[in-house]
């Protein structure tokens, strides 16, 4: 007789472990996170604690998602309208969206209260770009300052080529690994949103400076743009 039909199946130690859900799998918040790649995680992670916090504060990782209903959604956007810039507030809202699809997906809720909170509109508007533009003279006098700083003058210089010349968010710039800087010093490998790699040319001025860093900074293993030690300088620490 089939043993799936007797009920006498018995699995490995590993089978089992592989089978056993998770920590954190009936939690659709987790579920939602650990969905995202990981430069999206901390920022719609920060969103969510919005959400907590406006429907009476508490911890991301408890708060009772399965409860969450269309006027709840309702009073986040009321909220986040008056509070926020559209940007902001749209991004919050998606968070929450994204919560609720995991909790329908793990049947915490039914898709009647998933469609209607997924029906809760956006927030319409718009804002001027936050910070400005760098004149040429600024940055000039920036990159000045940098060499008279020494050794950390050096690793701001090409923190810097990554920004202005490179076009890198600063997520993006800190999260370079060593490994990403191609061996020729005309790109970087970079990992941005939605969990995409794309190859970023750096263009020929700067190159001089990532390589001054490299040649201070060594090529052990590690992130690109590391902390200096005071006391030895050529060194870099985590």
């Known amino acids: 007789m089939d043993a799936l039909a007797t009920g006498s199946v018995s699995l490995s130690p590993a089978t089992a472990l592989v089978l056993a859900p998770p920590p954190d799998a009936q939690n659709p918040a987790a579920v939602y996170l650990a969905s995202l790649a990981p430069t999206g995680r901390r920022t719609m992670g920060q969103a969510l604690e919005v959400v907590v916090e406006l429907l009476g504060g508490g911890d991301v990782r408890i708060f009772p998602w399965a409860s969450l209903r269309y006027e ?7 909220v986040l309208i008056e509070r926020y810039a559209p940007a902001t507030a749209n991004k919050v809202l998606s968070a929450l969206r994204g919560v609720a699809r995991e909790a329908w997906r ?33 940055l000039a006098k920036l990159f000045r300052a940098c060499a008279e700083a020494g050794a950390s003058g050096v690793r701001d210089a090409a923190a810097m080529v990554l920004l202005y010349g490179a ?26 949103k939605g969990n995409k790699e794309r190859s970023v040319p750096i263009p020929t001025p700067a190159v001089a400076a990532l390589r001054a860093w ?14 200096v030690f005071a006391a030895a300088p050529w060194r870099c620490g985590g």
């Open 72 to 78: 709840h959604a309702q009073a986040v956007r009321r």
């Open 167 to 192: 076009g890198l968010r600063r997520s993006e710039a800190v999260g370079l690994d060593l490994l990403a800087f191609d061996c020729d010093g005309s790109a970087v490998r970079v990992l941005g």
């Open 214 to 227: 490299l040649e201070l900074r060594g090529l052990e293993p590690g992130p690109l743009l590391c902390p």
């Open 106 to 138: 793990l049947g915490l809720i039914d898709a009647e209260t998933h469609a209607r909170i997924r029906d809760v509109p956006g927030v319409r508007g718009s804002r001027l770009p936050a910070g400005r533009e760098v004149p040429i003279r600024e």
